[in-house]
């Protein structure tokens, strides 16, 4: 939060999905980062195709495959958190099939996953990933209570 307003949290979508209590959902996000003592300036979610975040993929980060997410630190204030994060609703869907999950519970893993980005956790290695699924599982309980 800047100066006890609410930080701005923005949902974009390219693609058609339904996001149900959103206002909540945006309040939930806000304590994530208060938890995790990170300041939030400003996120923006967007909401997009495989074929919309691939090219993201390629033009950014050079990698030629399709991902779930991709998150963007566009922070300009030391210690004040900003950034997007894309996701490809094609892939929550085929993960939520894969996973045995809903399309909801895979979108809010997501969701939170990408805010766990920016409070900079990671998951290139074994230890990392063990340690985002515990935290994406931690906030999920605690959203869905």
Known sequence: MLNNRPAPIYFHFL???????????KSFIQSLFKKEGKQLGSLHYIFCSD???????????AHDYYTDIITFDLSE??????????????RVRDNAQNFNATFTLELHRVIFHGALHLCG?????????MLMRQKEDHYLGAYRK
């Open 77 to 90: 204030t030391s210690g004040v958190i900003s950034g997007e994060v894309y996701i490809s609703t094609d």
């Open 51 to 61: 074929k919309y975040l691939l090219e993201i993929n390629k033009q950014y980060l």
């Open 121 to 129: 956790y990671r998951d290139k290695t074994k230890k990392e990933t």
């Open 15 to 25: 693609e058609r999905i339904s996001l149900n209590h959103r206002t909540e959902l």
